[in-house]
């Protein structure tokens, strides 16, 4: 029997849908953005033909999933995510090519695999100062390396534009950017392992409400700083590529993460949790005191 949908999954499978249709339609009329996605030695047959009937079963899929709860369609949907990234891996393997296309499936895959497990996957941090300093090192070196080194190296390899940016004023103002972003970031985990005993990584939480530093204007500081950093990549090497990445981010994390989130502290902290939603905003800062 179908049953109604929760809203944030309902939004996480109807994002997706949107998203894979308009990157099958940029496949099918955009020349230059077809071949971003190719494998080497790999005729274009070949290619359709393995990811064309996945495109439009996994888009009617997702659009189905966003209406109505079929976790037994949502695990199809993963499924053949995971098929896909076989695939695409071992062809990169292979071909030594196409790392968008693999980066691009396993960024499906995780995504799917958050959309149907995120209720377990999320847990409270040791309550350890020395572990969740290790920890948040750990974290933060390997997101930045892979948010905002290898997918940008990816992005600007398959749009052949990867070459050092030349000195302009544009790039002092990205680079400007990028420090003030990453300062924020840094602080922000500061604040996270000191004050709430926990790490900045939303799947390893902190066990007390954090709303001293930069909490204490905004509530998700990381989040602006990791965009502030995406976007600032993108001016450092006037990216259109990086820039519409680093936006596609901030939807994600605006309409499926920060939901889910949201939810999962007002469960553990209640009230209060509830007064300070009410006291500051998500995005933009509000400058005011308050006990």
Not at 23 to 47: I, K, R, S
Not at 62 to 78: D, G, H, Q, T
Not at 123 to 136: F, V
Not at 241 to 266: F, K, T
Request: hydrophobic fraction near 50%; include cysteine.
């Amino acid at each position: 029997m179908w049953r109604k949908k929760s809203p944030m999954k309902e939004t996480a499978y109807l994002l997706q849908a949107v998203l894979i249709s308009a990157w099958g339609v940029g496949m099918a009329t955009h020349e230059t953005f077809f071949l971003a996605f190719q494998f080497n030695e790999m005729p274009p047959a070949a290619f359709w033909a393995f990811f064309g009937p996945g495109l439009v079963l996994i888009a009617s899929a997702s659009f189905i999933c966003s209406y109505r709860k079929l976790p037994a369609l949502e695990y199809v949907i993963l499924a053949a995510f995971g098929i896909a990234t076989l695939y695409c891996a071992n062809a990169s393997f292979r071909t030594a090519s196409g790392y968008l296309s693999t980066g691009l499936i396993l960024m499906g895959l995780a995504y799917n695999a958050f959309a149907c497990f995120n209720q377990s996957l999320f847990h409270t941090s040791s309550s350890s100062l020395r572990r969740n300093i290790l920890k948040t090192s750990v974290q933060v070196i390997c997101i930045w390396s892979l948010t905002l080194v290898i997918i940008p190296c990816v992005l600007l390899d398959a749009f052949d534009n990867l070459a050092l940016p030349k000195l302009s004023i544009w790039q002092f103002v990205g680079f400007s950017t990028f420090c003030c972003a990453s300062l924020l970031g840094l602080t922000s985990s500061f604040f996270l392992v000191r004050d709430g005993a926990g790490t900045p990584l939303p799947l390893d939480q902190t066990n007390h409400l954090v709303m001293s530093g930069p909490y204490h204007f905004v509530r998700n500081p990381m989040a602006i700083a990791g965009i502030g950093q995406g976007i600032s990549v993108a001016i450092i090497f006037q990216s259109i590529a990086i820039l519409v990445y680093s936006v596609l981010g901030a939807l994600v994390w605006q309409l499926v993460v920060r939901p889910i989130e949201e939810n999962d502290l007002l469960t553990r902290f209640g009230k209060s949790y509830l007064d300070y939603r009410q006291r500051v905003s998500c995005w933009i800062p509000t400058f005011k005191f308050f006990r």
